[in-house]
């Protein structure tokens, strides 16, 4: 569903696994499962979520570079 952001994540060596932590440790917490899911397009994608997901993987990518749906 954002494949700007699974090119980025995947670029820099990150993975579920380590976006969860990530993003556990910035106050969203959400479970390995639960982000795939929003990242498959399974569910909404928070824009606190997103915010945090950005700072993490590409602060240097616009946000809305990043998250750019495909449908």
Do not use: H, W
Request: net charge positive; hydrophobic share 45%.
């Amino acid at each position: 569903m954002y494949p700007n952001f699974k090119a980025e994540y995947a670029r820099k060596g990150f993975t579920l696994e380590k976006l969860a932590d990530e993003l556990k440790a910035r106050g969203v917490n959400r479970t390995v499962a639960t982000l795939s899911q929003k990242l498959n397009g399974v569910y909404p994608l928070t824009l606190n979520e997103a915010k945090a997901l950005k700072d993490i993987v590409a602060p240097e990518v616009p946000i809305d570079i990043l998250f750019q749906e495909v449908l």
